[in-house]
C-alpha cells in the first residue's frame, strides 16, 4: 500500500514546506534539489536499471528505450519549461490557469508510476524527488495568484498521477506485458532529470562543498537502502 500513498505523501509534505517558506526563499532549497537528484540517479543505477537489462533480451534495444525516454522527456519539458526538475519560472500577476505546464506535469507523474513495483525501492526515489518539486510548484502557484480551488485541483491531479500510473502497471495486462519498455523509458526520463537537477542546482564550474556532500549523501542512502 505504500507504494500508492508516498507519492501523494511527497505532494502533502511540498505543499507544506512551500507554505512554511513562501514568504522568503528557502535557502536550502538547492542541497535538497541536489540530494534528490543524486538519491533519484542512483536508486535507477541501483534498481531500475539491472532489472530491465536482465528482463529485456535484446539490450541494444533497451538502450534505444532508454534514449527515447530522454527524448520524451525533452518534449514535455518544452511544456512544462523543466518545472519537473525545479525549474519554475513565477508569475507575478494573474493568468490563466497553466494548462501546458498541468499537463506534462500529469504525463510526467503517471510515467514514473511504472516504475514502482513491489520488488524495488523505487517508490523512495519517486518520494525523494516529488519532495521539493511539489514545494517549487506549490510556491509557483501561490505567487502567481491563482486562484485557490485551481491550486487544489492542480495538486489534487498532479498528487494521484503517480499512483494511478503505479495501479494501472499492475492491474491492466497490456500494460504488465510491457512494463519493462516502460521502465526503460522510464530510466531515460529519470536520467534526464536527475543529470539536470545536479547542472543546474550548481555555480557555474565552482566547487561546492555542500552540494557535493548533498550528493555524495544522496548515492550512500540510494546504495544502503
Do not use: R
Not at 513562501?22 to 543524486?38: A, I, M
Amino acid at each position: 500500500m505504500y507504494k500508492f500513498i508516498f507519492p501523494v505523501l511527497a505532494v502533502i509534505i511540498g505543499f507544506i514546506l512551500a507554505n512554511l517558506t513562501q514568504k522568503h526563499k528557502s535557502w536550502n532549497t538547492k542541497l535538497l534539489l541536489s540530494f534528490s537528484g543524486s538519491f533519484l540517479l542512483a536508486l535507477t543505477l541501483f534498481e531500475l536499471l539491472p532489472e530491465v537489462y536482465e528482463h529485456l533480451e535484446n539490450k541494444k534495444l533497451a538502450g534505444l528505450y532508454i534514449m527515447c525516454g530522454i527524448m520524451l522527456q525533452l518534449i514535455l519539458e518544452l511544456f512544462s519549461k523543466g518545472a519537473e526538475h525545479g525549474h519554475v519560472h513565477i508569475h507575478k500577476h494573474g493568468a490563466a490557469f497553466p494548462w501546458s505546464l498541468f499537463i506534462s506535469l500529469c504525463i510526467h507523474s503517471f510515467l514514473e508510476g511504472f516504475s514502482i513495483h513491489d520488488h524495488n525501492d523505487m517508490v523512495y526515489g519517486v518520494l525523494v524527488h516529488k519532495i521539493p518539486i511539489a514545494m517549487l510548484i506549490t510556491m509557483f502557484l501561490f505567487q502567481s495568484h491563482y486562484k485557490k480551488p485551481q491550486i487544489a485541483v492542480f495538486l489534487l491531479v498532479f498528487a494521484g498521477m503517480t499512483p494511478l500510473g503505479t495501479f494501472i502497471s499492475h492491474t491492466w495486462e497490456t500494460a504488465a506485458h510491457y512494463s519493462q519498455i516502460m521502465n526503460a523509458l522510464v530510466i531515460g526520463i529519470f536520467f534526464h532529470i536527475s543529470t539536470t537537477i545536479l547542472f543546474e542546482s550548481g555555480d557555474g564550474h565552482k566547487f561546492n562543498l555542500s552540494k557535493f556532500i548533498s550528493i555524495v549523501v544522496g548515492v550512500g542512502v540510494a546504495y544502503l537502502i
